[in-house]
């Protein structure tokens, strides 16, 4: 990881009395690839517009690459932005959008030229820099948008949802571009999006915003096995969650009740007897065992209500006794027909012991 | 159906051209007053270039109508740009009288218009009409200008930004090629109304700055002459490639 790019320290901004970021710290790496994740209106955009220069902060310090950059007008930045309505120059060619900032900054024809081609092959758009936007698809101005930004040869790449308007098969495609142009350009690429597979997907790092507030931040694994707390449990992938009350502890490992069943669970944050917790499950962990297998482990006990089958998984809604659902995931493996269950049929549910996650249940 | 259709759009259009259509054609006619058919001609159209008064009157038009569009066009640009890159207390409401100066009838506009210039002790004359004339104007070109602006993804003025551009350049780059049809519409608009302005022109000019609506008022009252028939068919015909003109201006690039 190379030094610090952009640090946001201590940074505020409202609009009509509104808190959008409350007073956030954050180090961004030069060279990675970061994402800023979080529900619709947490601040995910004002965090880049603050970034691109196109928003001032009210409190705070924005510093880029070394340098405290608050005043510093967008102009000026070593920073482009692809914006999520691609922002296209609808006046122009393909061709005249790309080379704007080179040319705003009176370099040579010949080599705006070069560099345009260049961008446009990187782009995987060759030979089109004469047509109009007007005449392009939402993938090809959305690789316009991109070529038009790291022409420029930034420092940093802003992305502020660049895929939402792009189709499920074009969005998987895109992806993966993205990340090789990461690659090829290794300039640090900060990346807006609500959708959490898109963010867990792509990306070094994770920063999960909500309320213009960061729940976390850290690498995908680590976002999406250690959530720190509730809020980015239920944000990023799907999760079970049983409330609980712990009844002893070792200090390392600690004795639970969860739907009335005790069970033995890792101790990671120094839980004490008698509180409240919350334990999560994804549904690829949890383990179904049937009923008539005469189950050997602790667990709870339900009924399959419905088998979903996806092709490589199977996917089990299950009610448990206490009439509380769950969803759980199975993947198929040498004997197939195992994970296939009868409507209705009779199983326990359990899971591979330190494989939970235990938040305490504010 | 499709024959009640079209048969009721051809009234209305009945409605709207006859009278034009009666103006043309007599224009073309040799009899001198009757209201009867004497062979085509030209003649009224040599006599109207003959007319040194009438020729004078449209010179004046011309130049005041040349004259206060330009200065309403580049007025009013400026404000439908203010209108829409800033934000202000007050822009709505503000917004909302500039419709009111437009709707505002012209013997309002007129009668206020002299009231202020007597007070002013301007003299009434080419200056007076031209204040006028930019006066009510205005309101169209910032109308027209605001409307096409406005359509704009504001992320596009953020974008030039991005990329490096100033105020100017955005200005020059951006904004200015993107509104160029509207201003030109803006334009031609005030362009024409200038040109036949009858009321408020009444008011605000001097005996010595004859403009050619008020001439021709003046000798319609003696009985309208051919030549005015001439006239009046070459001032259509000059509006009809005008709005020509405005409509492919304003459709080009919308698509
Ligand atoms: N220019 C502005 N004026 C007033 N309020 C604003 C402005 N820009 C953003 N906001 C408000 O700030 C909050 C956060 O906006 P922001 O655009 O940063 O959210 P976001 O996380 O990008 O959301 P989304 O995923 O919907 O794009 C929203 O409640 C929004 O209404
Ligand atoms: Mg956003």
Redesign the interface.
Known sequence: MGKQIVSFKGVTKGFDNQTVVDNISLDIYGGEFLTLLGPSGCGKTTML?MI???ESCDEGQVIINGVVSNDI????RD???V???Y?????MTVLQNIA??LS??GRPEAEILEKVEEALAMVKLAGFGERRI?RLSGGQQQRVAIA??IV?EPLILLLDEPLSALDHKLRKEMRLELRQLHRKLGITFIFVTHDQEEALTMSDRIVVMNNGKIEQTGEPKEIYEEPANLFVADFIGESNFFDGRVTGTDGHWMDILVEDVAMTVRNRRGFFVNQDIRVLLRPEDMVIQRASDDCDQPHLKGRVEELIYKGNTVDLVIRLNSGKRIATTEFFNEDAEEIFYAQNEAVCISWIQGWEVVLPNE | MALLKRSYLTLVYLFLYIPILVLIVYSFNAAKYATVWKGATLKWYAKLFENEMLMDAMVNSITVAVTSSIVATAIGTLGALAFYRYRFTGRKPLYAMVYTTMMSPDIVMGISLVCLFVILGLKLGFITLLLAHVTFCLPFVIVTVYARISGF?P??I?????????EF?IFR??IL??TAPAVAAGWLLSFTLSLDDVIVSFFVTGPEFEILPLKIYSMVRLGVKPEVNALCTLMFIFTLLSVIAAHYLVKE?T?
């Open positions: 517009r691109a220069g196109l007008p967008a102009a000026e920073v482009n932005t914006f999520q309505s922002a296209l120059f609808p006046h704007f900032g705003l900054k007007q038009r930004a420029n | 993804d992320a596009v953020d974008a030039a930004k991005d990329l490096g551009a100033g350049q780059h951006i090629p993107m690039k698509k």
